[in-house]
């Protein structure tokens, strides 16, 4: 939890019990493709900013993520949340808030091609090729410093969340006739997926 060892996490993190289900915003909305602006000083430590990150996890929970951006709820600002695991197996849950990733030396990563998909693409998973291992280093909600370590699938997570917040999609990385595929797919499946989600809010609410 928050890169720190813990004995045991809920399997429904308490922070989804607490949040409110948003909408999860989809390729083409505004906000997804511009860069969100940073925390604020003054934002740190906020009821607000902790409501955020609780709504960021029910709407993570309800979609089957593994992480979400801000302005994948519609909320331009430079925060993310995890829960997903490694390639040891190991389960990974947080929040950063205004993260920047380490530029890793070539020696020290190798490029891993697997199958990547988005909340706001939903349905398609294409194959990506990114480094198979990440450190992005920011702030939790009380503004305390954070440096989180990912390897294999976890690595991977952070990239993606990372690139949402600069307003990227995985889709954008890929070739041209790929990123087409995504989005025929993705219209062929989306409202089998929107169907998912919505039981899966009403199982969360059954929770609470």
Known sequence: MQGEVVSG??????????????????????VLHRRCRDVSEEEFGTPGLAQLIDDMFAAMWVAQGAGLAANQIGVGLQAFVWDCSDEDGVRHVGHILNPVLDELP??????????????????????????????????????????????????????????????????????????????????ERQAEVFAERAARAERLAALR
Request: with cysteine; hydrophobic share 35%.
């Open 9 to 30: 996490y809920p399997e429904v993190p308490p922070e989804a019990l607490r949040g409110e289900v948003r909408r999860i915003t989809v390729v083409g909305e505004d």
């Open 106 to 187: 070539a020696g020290a990563r190798r490029l891993v091609e697997a199958a990547e998909g988005c909340l706001s693409v939903p349905g398609p998973y294409l194959e990506l090729a990114r480094p198979d291992t990440a450190v992005v280093r920011g702030r939790d909600l009380d503004g305390r410093p954070l440096v989180i370590e990912g390897t294999g699938y976890f690595a991977r997570c952070l990239q993606h969340e990372a690139d949402h917040l600069g307003g990227g999609l995985y889709i954008d990385r890929l070739a041209s006739r790929d990123r087409r595929t995504a989005l025929r797919r993705m219209q």
